[in-house]
């Protein structure tokens, strides 16, 4: 197989509708993508060319070494993570490779700018990226005052190259906003550095984990999943290749507009 080179994949991002000035969210697959002519690289800088100078690219990178599940519902940090867990550093922390070897890349792009959550932490590179990823507050992941509410007012794009439907991180903002009883809320707590010093903080939010018990269930589509496999269904978004990877592009405001209907349509309140 030959490498795609940055020149291609940037004609297949046009044909895809990328356009310039647009902000776009990448969840992507480098194996599906298939060999690149300079590695990772090139599909991060064929996304900035065709987006160009005004416009920017997104995308999750998380922590690798979050202490979420070790502080999960715990109302005191466990005194052996207390003690040992480093503080997170966005210049420095790496990313979670669960979210695909891609984001690393973009995090240590020249110009990336990173949040400061650490488990839920977007790294933005693009003439907005400072805004959209700052502020962004322990106990607002991805609802309101978080950088996917800025990625929307921007009419954000989600390029969704060769990955699954459970990766549209866009749908936890409709899951923070849809009217429904029985919403989940955790607790945990993080270790940031606040003038050279390890201090934790500990915060409530939004299980995006499973936002109702019956999407929590292992080894069964969450919400997300749920949601993105309906709307996709209706035929709206776009859809084409990108190296080898089947490629869609979704408009960001438009599946979250449609999960909260879908969230509110399925558990309403009672009257």
Request: proline content about 7%; cysteine-free.
């Amino acid at each position: 197989m030959h490498p795609s080179d940055k020149a291609s994949i940037v004609r297949q991002l046009e044909l895809l509708g990328v356009e310039r000035g647009d902000t776009v969210m990448v969840h992507a697959s480098l194996r599906a993508v298939g060999p690149l002519a300079n590695g990772p690289v090139t599909l991060v800088e064929a996304i900035l060319e065709r987006v160009g100078p005004e416009g920017n690219l997104m995308a999750l990178v998380s922590w690798n070494e979050s202490p979420y599940e070790e502080t999960l519902g715990h109302e005191v940090v466990p005194e052996e993570v207390r003690e040992r867990w480093p503080a997170f550093d966005p210049e420095t922390a790496p990313s979670y490779p669960g979210y695909g070897a891609l984001n690393e890349f973009i995090r240590t792009y020249p110009g990336a700018r990173r949040s400061a959550h650490p488990d839920s932490s977007m790294v933005a590179i693009g003439r907005d990226a400072e805004w959209l990823v700052w502020p962004h507050e322990m106990g607002s992941a991805y609802g309101p005052g978080s950088p996917i509410e800025r990625f929307l007012k921007l009419g954000g794009k989600v390029l969704s190259i060769g990955a699954g439907e459970d990766a549209v991180t866009v749908l936890h903002f409709a899951e923070a906003l849809a009217d429904i009883p029985g919403k989940r809320r955790v607790t945990y707590s993080m270790p940031l550095l606040h003038s050279g010093t390890r201090e934790w903080i500990s915060a409530s939010d939004w299980d995006s984990n499973g936002i109702l018990d019956e999407y929590a269930v292992e080894e069964k589509p969450d919400a997300v999943e749920r949601i993105a496999r309906d709307y996709l269904a209706l035929g709206v978004h776009k859809e084409g290749l990108v190296g080898r990877a089947r490629t869609r592009l979704i408009d960001a405001n438009a599946i979250v507009g449609f999960g909260i209907a879908w969230l509110e349509q399925r558990h309403r309140r009672a009257l």
